[in-house]
């Protein structure tokens, strides 16, 4: 059989790596003969370490006196070893002796020590439980169950020796004789993770930690194994490839795996599969080798190339290889090669030469030729994602028309051939059908792409709509990215632009009575959206500085607003310290457009009150910042329709809970009492038992409050809540409402959890003098925009 070509050849170097310098050691130098004492200095050391001499008996008695104390044992003809065990996260441990060394190698990790101490704890269970059974009288159940747990011992005892003691396992073990300390140590770890993941690739159980695991101890023992390869089981080279070759689902480093395993099977004299031969090849193109990986690419031709079992995997390996470097007339010629083979392939290997074909203006057309007859060859077996994946290739590259000609293919199944065609039919040349195209490309994150057709549209006359363009920009919002960020607020102000030529337009229409049209290829117009999203971006960057010029030209374009603008440019203003704005804003807007503020709005007025802003409230000023809270819970009030509808819990639960606080700051308690009065009559709100600590307990913060050492006053408030609730669930067992025995109903505690909560709030209240509570509720009642109550309602009717 003629000599196989060697793959590996690139690897010799004439120089030696800092890696490998470093790991050089210095021999200690040794002077062959000491240097010639003078008589003197020989006297003086002598006279120096003279010590009296001890006769025989005595030096044996000595010796044996150590030795009796744990001293010193007989080390004679014995050399020291000294073990050490290196874990998962690279510490190293040294072994006590070598029977803790032994117990390593025969159970890696202590798993098997693991499994028989559950073992041990089953049967300790399984015997409690049977004496149990048989006091009971039941001697027959106990016996069974015995005979059950000893059955199942046995089958997993089984299961256990087999992994242990497995011959076909131990034939895979690299030997270690002549090896000793660290060297022998790597050996054994290598052949433990090496019948490890033997046994797991019967089962397809291999882990990312199993592979990472085996790569390492593989990687510490390389050095050992280098000066005899030739120990190394064959077996074991097949099982460390099997391991570590495959494709597996979660990452792994698998071409630089495969090309150094290749490279130390061909040191070893390992003759290496045809496949494996073609898989090394694409590793050491994948780790950089591509100059080297080509010539050895073409030095097999003749036996790689012409085996009809590797033809069709080597030729495509060489043509994406020559795709890859951007050799187009060779990946041409192996092109041809499949093509003209044989064999049996998929149409599909011409991808990569599409894609070469794409990027090379030359040869574009050719590129979509290669597509045309992949198309005819697939028929009706080409899918959606192979069109998208040939458009991508076009796109990328620029050639939109040519990726325009694709998406009519795969839309209109082959009916339209726009190829050649001076105008594009009035099908295809509308904004509609090219919609469908970008909403294709943004779903799938080609967000380049889609830019490239909204120009191309511009280019043939054809108008996006702004819908189309908006979903663009706030794709490039979200991506994060800066440079789309920039991107897309340039477009969007070019929208705007646009729109406010068209306002100009009409106001000259208007004067001079003639029909005016922005001139040029413009972007389409902003809309109410455009300005959103560009409200919405420069709000979560606190961009604060843009928002007037945005503000100004909103108001220049004549676009009626709704909630949604408004809300960004309060949050807007609330960011940038100008809380103080807010409500002449909302109010100047309100007026204005006519708009319906939801719970958003009011979310960002509440926030402005200075008693959410400010740490503390000067005393002078608390009687106006009453009437201020009031006054915002007025106008809220005459919008609760907009609140019911908006159908956002969330925010609307922190609206709610926000309000509430408002006015447990400001010490308004008949404000607060008919706060939550109103907003569980009006809009249904039933507090959370956090938010009712909060109130009982004055704090926003709960869990700071514990850590302050008042825990026993959380403590103390739960007490409270947990009996009222018991004797509210007797009540309602007493009259058939609930049921007894039983939790109750999750709606029913939450009703009951608002009951008790306004039981408090009335309670606090009722410590003012009668007359003047009465005064005080219907004063409160007119300034927070409630109906006037009779006096007799400033109580509760849900005394326990």
């Not at 080279?237 to 689902?249: I, R």
Request: hydrophobic share 40%; net charge neutral.
């Amino acid at each position: 059989m003629p000599p196989r070509p060697p793959l590996f050849d690139f690897g010799k170097r004439n120089f030696v790596c800092n890696s490998c310098l470093s790991a050089l050691r210095k021999w200690p130098t040794v002077t062959a003969w000491p240097n010639r004492q003078s008589s003197s200095q020989a006297t003086s050391s002598n006279a120096l370490t003279r010590t009296k001499r001890r006769s025989p008996e005595q030096e044996a008695k000595r010796l044996n006196t150590l030795k009796s104390l744990g001293l010193i044992k007989d080390t004679s003809g014995e050399l020291t070893v000294n073990y050490f065990e290196q874990g998962e996260s690279g510490r190293i441990r040294r072994l006590r002796d070598e029977d803790e060394f032994s117990k390593e190698l025969i159970d890696p990790g202590g798993e098997l020590d693991a499994r028989l101490k559950e073992f041990e704890d089953q049967l300790q269970g399984v015997t409690s439980l049977a004496k149990a059974i048989e006091e009971m009288g039941g001697k027959e159940e106990a016996d069974k169950l015995r005979r059950q747990f000893a059955h199942g011992v046995d089958s997993n005892s089984n299961d256990m020796l087999e992994e242990s003691d497995s011959p076909s396992l131990s034939s895979l073990a690299i030997p270690i004789s002549g090896l000793n300390g660290n060297r022998q140590d790597r050996i054994h770890r290598l052949n433990n993770w090496i019948r490890r993941c033997c046994r797991l690739m019967g089962k397809n159980a291999v882990t990312s930690r199993d592979i990472q695991g085996l790569w390492k101890t593989y990687s510490a023992a390389r050095t050992t194994m280098s000066g005899r390869w030739h120990t190394v089981p064959t077996a074991t080279w097949e099982v460390l490839w099997e391991t570590l070759s495959p494709e597996y689902t979660f990452k792994t480093n698998r071409m630089s795996h495969i090309y150094a395993l290749a490279k130390d099977m061909q040191q070893a004299g390992t003759p290496l599969r045809p496949d494996q031969q073609i898989l090394a090849l694409e590793a050491i193109f994948v780790d950089g080798w591509e100059a080297e990986a080509i010539e050895n690419h073409r030095r097999q031709v003749s036996t790689l190339g012409k085996d009809p079992e590797t033809f069709v995997s080597f030729w495509q390996l060489g043509l994406q290889m020559y795709c890859r470097i951007g050799d187009i007339e060779r990946a041409e010629r192996v092109a041809s090669t499949i093509l003209e083979s044989p064999y049996e392939i998929d149409p599909r290997f011409i991808l990569p030469l599409i894609k070469l074909c794409a990027e090379t203006p030359a040869t574009v057309g050719n590129g979509f030729k290669r597509y045309r007859d992949l198309r005819a060859s697939l028929g009706d077996s080409m899918t959606i994602e192979d069109y998208d994946i040939i458009i991508s290739y076009f796109l990328a590259s620029g050639n939109t028309e040519y990726a325009l000609y694709i998406f009519v293919d795969m839309m209109k199944s082959g009916s339209v051939d726009l190829l050649g065609v001076r105008e594009y039919p009035p099908s295809i040349a509308n904004p509609f059908f090219f919609g469908k195209w970008l909403k294709r490309l943004i779903g799938a994150g080609d967000l380049e792409g889609a830019f490239n057709v909204l120009r191309f549209m511009r280019s043939q006359g054809i108008t996006p709509r702004a819908i189309q363009v908006n979903g663009l920009i706030g794709a490039w919002f979200r991506s994060g990215v800066a440079d789309d960020a920039h991107k897309a607020e340039d477009m969007a102000w070019a929208m705007i632009n646009t729109r406010l030529q068209f306002v100009e337009m009409r106001r000259r229409k208007d004067l001079s009575g003639m029909n005016l049209y922005v001139s040029g290829d413009a972007w389409p117009r902003a809309n109410l959206e455009t300005f959103s999203l560009l409200a919405e971006n420069y709000k979560e960057r606190g961009l604060i500085v843009k928002i007037g010029p945005l503000w100004q030209s909103f108001q220049q374009a004549e676009i009626a607003p709704d909630s949604f603008m408004l809300n960004q440019l309060l949050f807007s203003l609330l960011q940038g310290g100008k809380g103080e704005a807010l409500f002449p804003m909302y109010q100047e807007v309100l007026e204005r457009f006519k708009l319906k503020p939801d719970s958003h709005t009011f979310m960002a007025l509440w926030q402005a009150l200075p008693v959410n802003r400010f740490t503390r409230i000067p005393p002078r000023d608390l009687d106006a910042e009453i009437s201020s809270t009031r006054a915002l819970f007025a106008e809220m009030m005459k919008h609760t329709s907009n609140l019911k509808s908006n159908g956002d819990l969330e925010v609307y639960t922190f609206l709610a809970r926000n309000i509430l606080h408002s006015f447990r700051k400001l010490r308004d308690k008949a404000g607060l009492l008919l706060a939550y009065r109103a907003l569980r009559r009006m809009l249904n709100y039933n507090p959370p038992d956090m938010v009712v600590f909060e109130m009982l307990l004055g704090t926003l913060d709960l869990q700071r409050l514990a850590k302050r050492r008042e825990g026993s006053k959380l403590i103390a408030a739960k007490m409270s809540l947990d009996d009222y609730l018991a004797h509210r669930h007797r009540e309602l067992a007493k009259s058939g409402d609930a049921k007894d025995g039983e939790d109750m109903p999750a709606k029913i505690r939450t009703e009951e959890t608002g009951n008790f909560l306004e039981l408090q709030l009335e309670a606090v209240f009722s410590d003012m003098e009668e007359s003047d509570a009465q005064q005080l509720v219907i004063k409160t009642a007119e300034e927070m925009g409630l109906h006037t109550r009779t006096p007799g309602e400033a109580k509760s009717h849900h005394d326990p």
